[in-house]
Protein backbone atom coordinates (compact mmCIF):
# COMPACT_ATOMS: atom_id res chain seq x y z
CA UNK A 1 0.00 0.00 0.00
CA UNK A 2 1.06 3.54 -0.88
CA UNK A 3 1.06 5.04 2.21
CA UNK A 4 3.22 8.06 2.41
CA UNK A 5 2.39 10.69 -0.51
CA UNK A 6 5.51 12.26 -2.68
CA UNK A 7 4.67 15.22 -4.01
CA UNK A 8 4.65 14.91 -8.35
CA UNK A 9 6.98 17.28 -9.73
CA UNK A 10 3.82 18.09 -12.81
CA UNK A 11 1.40 19.05 -8.98
CA UNK A 12 4.36 21.17 -7.62
CA UNK A 13 4.73 23.03 -11.11
CA UNK A 14 1.20 23.66 -11.06
CA UNK A 15 1.05 25.32 -7.77
CA UNK A 16 4.12 27.72 -8.46
CA UNK A 17 2.34 28.45 -11.82
CA UNK A 18 -1.07 29.58 -10.60
CA UNK A 19 0.96 31.35 -7.47
CA UNK A 20 2.53 33.01 -9.94
CA UNK A 21 -0.37 34.20 -11.89
CA UNK A 22 -1.94 35.00 -8.35
CA UNK A 23 0.91 37.34 -7.90
CA UNK A 24 1.03 38.63 -11.26
CA UNK A 25 -2.25 39.58 -11.01
CA UNK A 26 -1.75 41.16 -7.74
CA UNK A 27 1.10 43.39 -9.15
CA UNK A 28 -0.97 44.39 -12.14
CA UNK A 29 -4.04 45.39 -10.17
CA UNK A 30 -1.80 47.63 -8.13
CA UNK A 31 -0.29 49.39 -10.67
CA UNK A 32 -4.19 49.53 -12.83
CA UNK A 33 -6.13 50.18 -10.11
CA UNK A 34 -4.05 52.34 -7.69
CA UNK A 35 -5.19 50.88 -3.95
CA UNK A 36 -8.13 52.11 -4.81
CA UNK A 37 -11.86 50.37 -4.14
CA UNK A 38 -11.24 47.48 -6.60
CA UNK A 39 -8.05 46.42 -5.99
CA UNK A 40 -8.68 45.81 -2.27
CA UNK A 41 -12.36 44.75 -2.40
CA UNK A 42 -10.82 41.96 -4.89
CA UNK A 43 -8.20 40.89 -2.25
CA UNK A 44 -11.40 40.84 0.57
CA UNK A 45 -13.46 38.58 -1.45
CA UNK A 46 -10.47 35.81 -2.05
CA UNK A 47 -9.38 36.17 1.12
CA UNK A 48 -12.09 35.37 3.50
CA UNK A 49 -13.71 32.98 0.72
CA UNK A 50 -10.23 30.77 1.05
CA UNK A 51 -9.83 31.45 3.81
CA UNK A 52 -13.39 29.70 4.83
CA UNK A 53 -13.70 26.70 2.49
CA UNK A 54 -10.19 25.52 4.13
CA UNK A 55 -11.66 26.03 7.45
CA UNK A 56 -14.41 23.79 6.06
CA UNK A 57 -12.06 21.17 6.25
CA UNK A 58 -11.55 21.68 10.14
CA UNK A 59 -15.25 21.43 10.52
CA UNK A 60 -15.70 18.39 8.80
CA UNK A 61 -13.04 16.16 10.97
CA UNK A 62 -14.81 17.92 13.72
CA UNK A 63 -18.56 17.10 13.06
CA UNK A 64 -17.93 14.00 11.89
CA UNK A 65 -15.66 13.05 15.35
CA UNK A 66 -18.33 14.97 17.35
CA UNK A 67 -21.07 12.61 15.82
CA UNK A 68 -18.67 9.25 16.17
CA UNK A 69 -18.77 8.71 12.58
CA UNK A 70 -16.03 6.18 11.44
CA UNK A 71 -16.43 6.37 7.39
CA UNK A 72 -14.41 9.00 6.64
CA UNK A 73 -11.03 7.76 8.90
CA UNK A 74 -9.71 6.15 5.70
CA UNK A 75 -9.34 9.73 4.12
CA UNK A 76 -9.20 12.13 7.27
CA UNK A 77 -5.50 13.01 6.28
CA UNK A 78 -6.95 14.70 3.29
CA UNK A 79 -9.04 17.36 5.37
CA UNK A 80 -6.47 17.66 7.91
CA UNK A 81 -3.64 18.59 5.41
CA UNK A 82 -6.17 21.15 3.32
CA UNK A 83 -7.05 22.58 6.94
CA UNK A 84 -3.26 23.40 7.67
CA UNK A 85 -3.52 26.26 5.15
CA UNK A 86 -5.85 27.70 7.68
CA UNK A 87 -2.77 29.88 9.39
CA UNK A 88 -1.35 30.68 6.14
CA UNK A 89 -4.67 32.30 4.93
CA UNK A 90 -5.69 33.98 8.52
CA UNK A 91 -2.88 36.18 8.39
CA UNK A 92 -3.56 37.06 4.23
CA UNK A 93 -6.47 37.90 5.86
CA UNK A 94 -5.78 39.96 8.76
CA UNK A 95 -3.21 41.98 6.69
CA UNK A 96 -5.85 42.54 3.83
CA UNK A 97 -8.91 43.76 6.92
CA UNK A 98 -6.32 45.59 8.99
CA UNK A 99 -5.58 47.51 6.41
CA UNK A 100 -9.10 48.41 5.00
CA UNK A 101 -9.96 49.42 8.76
CA UNK A 102 -7.02 51.51 10.22
CA UNK A 103 -6.53 52.61 6.82
CA UNK A 104 -10.02 53.86 7.26
CA UNK A 105 -11.02 52.67 3.63
CA UNK A 106 -14.83 54.18 4.21
CA UNK A 107 -14.79 52.66 0.39
CA UNK A 108 -15.39 49.27 1.69
CA UNK A 109 -16.32 49.76 4.92
CA UNK A 110 -18.46 52.79 5.12
CA UNK A 111 -18.38 52.92 9.07
CA UNK A 112 -14.92 53.43 9.40
CA UNK A 113 -15.13 57.38 8.85
CA UNK A 114 -16.30 59.06 12.28
CA UNK A 115 -17.91 61.60 10.29
CA UNK A 116 -20.08 59.43 8.60
CA UNK A 117 -21.13 57.49 11.59
CA UNK A 118 -22.26 60.91 14.23
CA UNK A 119 -24.09 61.80 11.10
CA UNK A 120 -25.98 58.36 10.39
CA UNK A 121 -28.83 57.43 12.32
CA UNK A 122 -28.09 53.99 11.61
CA UNK A 123 -24.47 53.56 11.89
CA UNK A 124 -24.61 55.69 14.65
CA UNK A 125 -26.97 52.84 16.62
CA UNK A 126 -24.47 49.93 15.35
CA UNK A 127 -21.38 52.02 16.59
CA UNK A 128 -21.08 49.33 19.35
CA UNK A 129 -19.74 46.74 17.39
CA UNK A 130 -18.75 48.64 14.07
CA UNK A 131 -15.52 50.29 15.43
CA UNK A 132 -12.41 49.70 14.89
CA UNK A 133 -11.49 48.21 18.49
CA UNK A 134 -13.96 45.85 18.22
CA UNK A 135 -13.41 44.55 14.87
CA UNK A 136 -9.30 43.84 15.21
CA UNK A 137 -10.09 42.58 18.52
CA UNK A 138 -13.17 40.01 17.64
CA UNK A 139 -10.93 39.47 14.19
CA UNK A 140 -7.79 38.46 16.21
CA UNK A 141 -9.38 35.75 18.84
CA UNK A 142 -11.48 34.47 16.11
CA UNK A 143 -8.45 33.86 13.97
CA UNK A 144 -6.34 32.72 16.75
CA UNK A 145 -8.66 30.16 18.01
CA UNK A 146 -9.28 28.89 14.42
CA UNK A 147 -5.83 28.52 14.39
CA UNK A 148 -5.34 26.63 17.62
CA UNK A 149 -7.70 24.34 17.38
CA UNK A 150 -6.84 23.54 13.49
CA UNK A 151 -2.85 22.65 14.64
CA UNK A 152 -3.69 21.20 17.68
CA UNK A 153 -6.42 18.04 15.95
CA UNK A 154 -3.68 18.15 13.32
CA UNK A 155 -0.93 17.82 15.83
CA UNK A 156 -3.09 15.03 17.80
CA UNK A 157 -4.17 13.02 14.79
CA UNK A 158 0.05 12.45 14.02
CA UNK A 159 0.71 12.08 17.57
CA UNK A 160 -1.82 8.76 17.85
CA UNK A 161 0.28 6.99 14.93
CA UNK A 162 2.79 6.40 17.50
CA UNK A 163 0.26 4.86 20.15
CA UNK A 164 -0.26 1.35 20.61
CA UNK A 165 -3.44 -0.69 19.91
CA UNK A 166 -4.79 -1.25 23.15
CA UNK A 167 -8.47 -0.30 24.30
CA UNK A 168 -7.56 1.83 26.75
CA UNK A 169 -5.38 3.74 24.16
CA UNK A 170 -8.22 3.86 22.00
CA UNK A 171 -10.88 5.32 24.40
CA UNK A 172 -8.29 8.16 25.05
CA UNK A 173 -7.90 8.75 21.30
CA UNK A 174 -11.37 9.12 21.19
CA UNK A 175 -12.19 11.00 24.23
CA UNK A 176 -9.51 13.57 23.72
CA UNK A 177 -10.62 14.53 20.19
CA UNK A 178 -14.07 14.78 21.62
CA UNK A 179 -13.47 17.08 23.29
CA UNK A 180 -11.37 19.51 21.44
CA UNK A 181 -13.36 19.02 18.50
CA UNK A 182 -16.14 19.85 20.67
CA UNK A 183 -14.28 23.19 21.48
CA UNK A 184 -13.80 23.97 18.13
CA UNK A 185 -17.69 23.52 17.25
CA UNK A 186 -18.81 26.01 20.49
CA UNK A 187 -16.07 28.74 18.42
CA UNK A 188 -17.15 27.75 14.73
CA UNK A 189 -20.61 28.59 16.27
CA UNK A 190 -20.10 31.27 17.30
CA UNK A 191 -17.61 33.18 14.58
CA UNK A 192 -19.08 31.54 11.28
CA UNK A 193 -22.25 30.79 12.49
CA UNK A 194 -22.83 34.36 13.91
CA UNK A 195 -20.16 36.77 13.99
CA UNK A 196 -17.68 36.55 11.77
CA UNK A 197 -19.77 36.83 8.31
CA UNK A 198 -21.40 40.01 9.53
CA UNK A 199 -18.58 42.35 10.83
CA UNK A 200 -16.34 40.78 7.96
CA UNK A 201 -18.97 40.78 4.96
CA UNK A 202 -21.99 42.01 6.16
CA UNK A 203 -20.82 45.33 7.30
CA UNK A 204 -19.72 46.52 3.57
CA UNK A 205 -23.23 46.95 3.21
CA UNK A 206 -23.89 48.74 6.54
CA UNK A 207 -27.11 49.79 6.57
CA UNK A 208 -28.58 46.20 5.78
CA UNK A 209 -28.61 43.77 7.99
CA UNK A 210 -29.86 39.75 8.08
CA UNK A 211 -30.07 37.31 10.60
CA UNK A 212 -29.83 34.50 7.99
CA UNK A 213 -26.46 36.33 6.69
CA UNK A 214 -24.22 33.91 8.60
CA UNK A 215 -25.90 30.75 8.01
CA UNK A 216 -25.96 31.32 4.00
CA UNK A 217 -22.14 32.31 4.09
CA UNK A 218 -21.42 28.82 5.85
CA UNK A 219 -23.52 26.77 3.83
CA UNK A 220 -21.64 28.48 0.88
CA UNK A 221 -18.02 27.70 1.95
CA UNK A 222 -19.32 24.64 3.33
CA UNK A 223 -20.02 22.74 0.53
CA UNK A 224 -16.99 24.35 -1.43
CA UNK A 225 -15.35 23.19 1.16
CA UNK A 226 -16.88 19.93 1.13
CA UNK A 227 -15.82 19.97 -2.89
CA UNK A 228 -12.18 20.48 -2.58
CA UNK A 229 -12.15 17.40 0.19
CA UNK A 230 -13.23 15.47 -2.92
CA UNK A 231 -10.59 16.82 -5.36
CA UNK A 232 -7.63 16.08 -3.59
CA UNK A 233 -9.29 12.20 -2.66
CA UNK A 234 -9.99 12.08 -6.37
CA UNK A 235 -6.44 13.20 -6.82
CA UNK A 236 -4.76 10.87 -4.48
CA UNK A 237 -6.91 7.70 -5.55
CA UNK A 238 -6.04 8.09 -8.97
CA UNK A 239 -2.04 8.85 -8.38
CA UNK A 240 -2.32 4.98 -6.28
CA UNK A 241 -3.22 6.23 -2.97
CA UNK A 242 -5.77 6.18 -0.16
CA UNK A 243 -5.97 2.28 -0.82
CA UNK A 244 -8.94 1.69 1.68
CA UNK A 245 -11.30 4.44 0.08
CA UNK A 246 -13.50 3.08 -2.01
CA UNK A 247 -16.51 4.29 -4.69
CA UNK A 248 -18.63 3.77 -0.78
CA UNK A 249 -16.96 7.11 0.28
CA UNK A 250 -16.59 8.96 -2.66
CA UNK A 251 -20.52 8.54 -2.87
CA UNK A 252 -20.70 9.64 0.65
CA UNK A 253 -18.86 12.53 -0.07
CA UNK A 254 -20.83 13.55 -3.43
CA UNK A 255 -24.11 13.10 -1.38
CA UNK A 256 -22.78 15.59 1.17
CA UNK A 257 -22.19 17.97 -1.77
CA UNK A 258 -25.62 17.23 -3.35
CA UNK A 259 -27.60 17.86 0.17
CA UNK A 260 -25.66 20.94 1.20
CA UNK A 261 -25.88 22.38 -2.20
CA UNK A 262 -29.70 22.39 -1.14
CA UNK A 263 -29.13 23.47 2.11
CA UNK A 264 -27.66 26.47 0.52
CA UNK A 265 -30.41 27.09 -2.16
CA UNK A 266 -33.11 26.82 1.07
CA UNK A 267 -30.93 29.88 2.90
CA UNK A 268 -30.73 32.03 -0.50
CA UNK A 269 -34.63 31.64 -1.30
CA UNK A 270 -35.18 32.36 2.66
CA UNK A 271 -33.41 35.68 3.30
CA UNK A 272 -34.46 36.99 -0.46
CA UNK A 273 -38.11 35.73 -0.08
CA UNK A 274 -38.14 36.90 3.78
CA UNK A 275 -37.08 40.17 3.03
CA UNK A 276 -39.14 40.90 -0.26
CA UNK A 277 -42.34 39.89 1.41
CA UNK A 278 -41.43 42.61 4.24
CA UNK A 279 -41.10 45.29 1.70
CA UNK A 280 -38.74 47.35 3.96
CA UNK A 281 -36.49 50.14 2.09
CA UNK A 282 -33.48 49.23 5.01
CA UNK A 283 -33.46 45.64 4.61
CA UNK A 284 -34.71 45.59 0.81
CA UNK A 285 -31.97 47.74 -0.16
CA UNK A 286 -29.28 44.74 -0.45
CA UNK A 287 -31.71 43.29 -3.00
CA UNK A 288 -32.24 45.98 -5.16
CA UNK A 289 -29.07 46.39 -7.56
CA UNK A 290 -28.65 42.57 -6.91
CA UNK A 291 -32.10 41.77 -7.93
CA UNK A 292 -33.21 45.24 -9.78
CA UNK A 293 -29.73 46.29 -10.97
CA UNK A 294 -27.44 45.44 -13.65
CA UNK A 295 -26.34 42.33 -11.40
CA UNK A 296 -29.22 40.73 -11.64
CA UNK A 297 -27.50 38.09 -14.40
CA UNK A 298 -25.30 37.31 -11.82
CA UNK A 299 -27.68 37.09 -8.76
CA UNK A 300 -29.56 34.47 -10.84
CA UNK A 301 -26.71 33.19 -12.69
CA UNK A 302 -25.31 31.97 -8.63
CA UNK A 303 -28.91 29.85 -8.83
CA UNK A 304 -28.26 27.92 -11.98
CA UNK A 305 -24.32 27.07 -10.78
CA UNK A 306 -25.08 26.25 -7.27
CA UNK A 307 -28.70 24.63 -7.37
CA UNK A 308 -29.42 23.54 -10.21
CA UNK A 309 -26.04 21.86 -11.96
CA UNK A 310 -25.50 20.04 -8.78
CA UNK A 311 -28.84 18.75 -8.67
CA UNK A 312 -28.75 17.17 -12.15
CA UNK A 313 -25.86 15.55 -11.59
CA UNK A 314 -25.67 14.60 -8.32
CA UNK A 315 -29.64 12.83 -8.28
CA UNK A 316 -28.24 9.66 -9.72
CA UNK A 317 -26.32 7.03 -7.73
CA UNK A 318 -23.68 6.61 -10.51
CA UNK A 319 -22.83 9.89 -10.87
CA UNK A 320 -21.38 9.97 -7.47
CA UNK A 321 -19.56 7.40 -8.07
CA UNK A 322 -17.36 8.30 -11.02
CA UNK A 323 -14.07 10.35 -10.75
CA UNK A 324 -14.34 12.59 -13.91
CA UNK A 325 -18.16 13.57 -12.76
CA UNK A 326 -17.09 14.11 -9.44
CA UNK A 327 -14.04 15.99 -10.24
CA UNK A 328 -16.04 18.42 -13.04
CA UNK A 329 -19.24 19.27 -10.34
CA UNK A 330 -16.93 19.99 -7.38
CA UNK A 331 -14.85 22.40 -9.97
CA UNK A 332 -18.35 23.95 -10.55
CA UNK A 333 -19.72 23.78 -6.79
CA UNK A 334 -16.03 26.06 -5.92
CA UNK A 335 -16.46 28.58 -8.76
CA UNK A 336 -20.02 28.96 -8.39
CA UNK A 337 -19.99 29.73 -4.44
CA UNK A 338 -16.34 31.89 -5.73
CA UNK A 339 -18.73 34.05 -7.84
CA UNK A 340 -21.63 34.38 -4.98
CA UNK A 341 -18.74 35.88 -2.74
CA UNK A 342 -18.03 38.11 -5.74
CA UNK A 343 -21.68 39.20 -5.61
CA UNK A 344 -21.47 39.43 -2.13
CA UNK A 345 -18.72 41.91 -1.69
CA UNK A 346 -18.47 43.94 -5.13
CA UNK A 347 -22.28 45.67 -5.07
CA UNK A 348 -21.54 47.36 -2.40
CA UNK A 349 -18.29 48.16 -2.87
CA UNK A 350 -17.36 48.86 -6.76
CA UNK A 351 -20.91 49.09 -7.52
CA UNK A 352 -20.74 48.13 -11.28
CA UNK A 353 -20.59 44.84 -12.83
CA UNK A 354 -17.01 45.10 -14.06
CA UNK A 355 -15.09 41.43 -16.02
CA UNK A 356 -13.74 39.76 -13.00
CA UNK A 357 -10.36 39.51 -14.58
CA UNK A 358 -8.23 40.86 -11.74
CA UNK A 359 -10.63 38.48 -9.11
CA UNK A 360 -10.08 35.16 -10.80
CA UNK A 361 -6.33 36.47 -11.05
CA UNK A 362 -6.68 36.52 -7.67
CA UNK A 363 -8.48 33.31 -6.92
CA UNK A 364 -5.54 31.07 -9.34
CA UNK A 365 -3.21 32.32 -6.94
CA UNK A 366 -4.80 31.43 -3.52
CA UNK A 367 -5.53 28.29 -5.50
CA UNK A 368 -2.37 27.86 -6.46
CA UNK A 369 -1.34 28.04 -2.59
CA UNK A 370 -3.35 25.85 -1.10
CA UNK A 371 -2.43 22.95 -3.70
CA UNK A 372 1.43 23.36 -2.43
CA UNK A 373 0.39 23.96 1.74
CA UNK A 374 -1.74 20.53 1.24
CA UNK A 375 0.67 18.94 -1.05
CA UNK A 376 3.09 19.41 1.67
CA UNK A 377 1.63 18.73 4.23
CA UNK A 378 0.31 15.49 2.46
CA UNK A 379 4.09 14.32 3.02
CA UNK A 380 4.39 14.84 6.38
CA UNK A 381 2.40 11.96 8.06
CA UNK A 382 1.37 8.73 6.76
CA UNK A 383 -2.23 9.02 4.78
CA UNK A 384 -4.03 6.74 6.79
CA UNK A 385 -4.41 7.32 10.81
CA UNK A 386 -3.55 3.34 11.01
CA UNK A 387 -4.11 3.60 15.44
CA UNK A 388 -7.77 5.18 15.13
CA UNK A 389 -9.88 2.66 16.54
CA UNK A 390 -12.65 3.85 13.65
CA UNK A 391 -10.33 2.57 10.93
CA UNK A 392 -11.77 -1.22 10.86
CA UNK A 393 -15.24 0.53 10.01
CA UNK A 394 -14.26 3.03 7.00
CA UNK A 395 -12.67 -0.06 5.77
CA UNK A 396 -15.68 -2.04 5.68
CA UNK A 397 -17.96 1.34 4.99
CA UNK A 398 -20.75 0.32 2.74
CA UNK A 399 -23.22 3.07 2.14
Not at 52 to 67: D, G, Q, Y
Not at 168 to 184: A, D
Not at 251 to 262: E, N, Q, R
Not at 312 to 326: E, P, Q, S, V
Request: hydrophobic letters at 50%.
Amino acid sequence: MKDQFVVPARLRMTSFVLMGVGLLTFLIGLIAFKGETRFWAGLLQNSSFFLLITLASTFFIAATTLAQGGWQIAFRRVPEAISMAVPILAAILFIVVMILVMGGKEDIYHWVNPEHVAHDKVLNWKKAFLNKGFFTTATIITLALWIFFTMRIRKMSIQEDGWDLSRETGRKILWRNTVVCGGFMVIFTLSVGSTTPWIWLMSIDSHWFSTMYSWYTFASTWVSGLALISLFVVYLKRHGYLTYVTEEHLHDLGKFMFAFSIFWTYLWFSQYMLIWYANMPEETEYFQPRVWGEWRPIFFLNLLINFITPLLFLMKRDTKRNYTAIVFIAVVIIFGHWLDFWQMVYPGTVKHLVFPWYELGLGLGFVGLIIFLTANQLTKAALVPKNHPYLKESIVHHT
